[in-house]
C-alpha cells in the first residue's frame, strides 16, 4: 500500500485524502519510515500538489494536534508569520507596536533552525524570559496585557514538527506547497482572525525569486479563505540580511532601538509596513490611516512601554541581554560601494560564531552575533571597517572575502 502511494506521486498523480491521511498520519504514529516519508516529500517537490491536495493536507495537519480557540477573548485577534529571513527580528517591534494600539497579539514563535534565526531564541536572550506558555497561561496574558510571544505548544500541530524536521535533512524545504500547508496549518491551529505573512525571496530565503514569493502567497491567501480568515501578505527581498544585526542579544538590542524611535532604515521601514497591515486588518481601516497610527506609536514610546510590559509578565529582565565583549573586526580589502551583502554568507557565519544551531538539539549562544557596520549603497576605502563579530573564543569561523560585493 505505501510503495502504491509512492508510485502514483513519483508519476505525478494525484493522492486522494484518504492515501494523505494514510501515509502522513502514518509517519506521524511511526508507521510509515522516514525513507518512505523521504522518498514522497522529494517526489511533491518535483511534481507538487494539486490545490485539492493542498487543501486536504492542510486539513490533516491541522487535524493532527489541538485547535486552539481564543472566541472567548475581545477584539479581533491577528497574527503573523514570515518565512524566515537572516536578521528578522521584525515580531519584536511588530507585535508591541499592534498590541498598544489595543489589537490582542497572540503569537507562537519558532526557534532558529540552519542558517536563519527564530523570535524565540532572541527573546531567550532575555534572562527568565519564559516562552513555554501553557494554553491558560497564553489566554491570562492576553486578557491581562494583550500580548503574549511564546514557543508553540507540542500540541499544536505535530504533524508539521515531525514534517519539519525532515524536509530540513532531506533537501525539500522550498516545496511551495509543502511551505504554504506548514505555516498556513499553524496559523489555523492557533486560533488568529487574520494573518498576515511576509514572504521572503532573494539569496538568504527558502524562495528564491519574486515570482515564486508571489505564488507562496496567493496560495497561502486561498487557503486562509477555505477556512475564513482573511490574509494578507508582502513579499520582501532577502539577499541582504534585514537591519545591521545578526544573532540573538544583539538583534533584541536593535529592535528594542526601532521600537524607541532610535532607529531607522529598512527594518523600521519594514516594521512600519507589517504593522500598518495588521492594524489594517483588525481595525478594518485602511492602510495609510494605519500607517499614522503606527508611527505615532513607535514615536511616543507607547509601543517600547508595551514590549516591557511583555517581558515582565514573561517574567524577564529587561537589562539582562548581553552581548559578547569579545570582537574581531572585518575590514575592506577593496576601494568602491557596497552593492551587496549576501544574506546567505552571514546567516552562514553568524552560524560558525555559535548564533544558531544545525539541529533542533544544538545549544546557541545569544551573546554572539555580527554588526554590519556598513550598509548597500555606501562608499568604502581599503582598510575601511565592514563589520565587527562579536565572538566566543571556542567557536572557529572563517571570513569569506566575498560577503561584502565592492564594486
Ligand atoms: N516556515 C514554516 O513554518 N514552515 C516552512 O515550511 C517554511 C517556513
Known amino acids: 500500500m505505501i510503495k502504491d502511494i509512492l508510485d502514483k506521486k513519483r508519476l505525478g498523480n494525484s493522492l486522494t485524502k484518504k492515501e494523505l491521511e494514510f501515509i502522513f498520519m502514518g509517519y506521524l504514529k511511526g508507521i510509515v519510515e522516514s525513507c518512505q516519508m523521504s522518498s514522497l516529500l522529494m517526489a511533491i517537490c518535483i511534481h507538487g500538489l494539486s490545490r485539492r491536495e493542498v487543501f486536504d ?26 518565512t524566515g529571513g537572516i536578521g528578522d527580528k521584525t515580531t519584536l517591534v511588530v507585535a508591541p507596536v499592534v498590541a498598544s494600539l489595543g489589537i490582542p497579539v497572540i503569537k507562537m514563535s519558532g526557534r532558529g533552525l540552519g542558517y536563519t534565526g527564530g523570535t524565540i531564541d532572541k527573546l ?80 538568504g530565503a527558502l524562495i528564491s525569486t519574486i515570482d515564486d514569493a508571489k505564488s507562496l502567497g496567493d496560495l497561502m491567501v486561498e487557503i486562509g479563505e477555505k477556512y475564513g480568515r482573511e490574509v494578507r501578505y508582502v513579499m520582501t527581498d532577502m539577499n541582504t540580511p534585514l537591519g545591521s544585526c545578526v544573532g540573538n542579544s544583539i538583534e533584541l538590542v536593535e529592535a528594542v532601538d526601532v521600537l524607541r524611535g532610535v532607529s531607522k532604515g529598512a527594518l523600521y521601514d519594514l516594521c512600519v509596513e507589517l504593522a500598518s497591515h495588521m492594524v489594517s486588518m483588525a481595525k478594518k481601516i485602511s492602510v495609510s490611516s494605519a500607517e499614522k497610527l503606527v508611527i505615532e506609536v513607535l514615536h511616543n514610546d507607547e509601543a517600547y512601554k508595551k514590549f516591557v510590559q511583555l517581558v515582565k509578565n514573561q517574567g524577564g529582565d529587561i537589562n539582562s541581554a548581553t552581548v559578547s565583549l569579545d570582537k574581531f573586526e572585518v575590514f575592506s580589502k577593496k576601494s568602491g560601494v557596497i552593492k551587496g551583502i549576501d544574506a546567505l554568507e552571514i546567516g552562514k557565519l553568524s552560524l560558525c560564531l555559535g548564533a544558531g544551531r544545525l539541529t533542533q538539539d544544538d545549544i546557541i549562544d545569544h551573546s554572539v552575533g555580527i554588526f554590519i557596520e556598513k550598509n548597500v549603497g555606501e562608499r568604502v576605502d581599503i582598510g575601511d571597517l565592514l563589520m565587527t563579530l562579536y565572538i566566543n573564543r571556542k567557536n572557529k569561523f572563517k571570513v569569506k572575502d566575498t560577503i561584502f560585493d565592492i564594486q
Open 124 to 203: 531567550e536572550s532575555i534572562k527568565g524570559f519564559r516562552t513555554d506558555l501553557s494554553n491558560q497561561e497564553i489566554h491570562d496574558a492576553v486578557s491581562k496585557i494583550g500580548i503574549v510571544i511564546t514557543g508553540q505548544t507540542a500540541d499544536l500541530v505535530p504533524l508539521d514538527r515531525a514534517i519539519y524536521a525532515l524536509r530540513d535533512i532531506t533537501g525539500t524545504t522550498s516545496s511551495i506547497p509543502l511551505i504554504a500547508i506548514s505555516i498556513m496549518s499553524k496559523k489555523i491551529a492557533g486560533g488568529a482572525d487574520k494573518i498576515l505573512l511576509d514572504v521572503k525571496y532573494g539569496k
Open 57 to 82: 493536507l492542510t486539513d490533516i495537519f491541522i487535524k493532527s494536534g489541538e485547535v486552539l480557540d481564543f472566541s472567548d477573548l475581545s477584539g479581533i485577534k491577528v497574527d503573523k508569520h514570515s
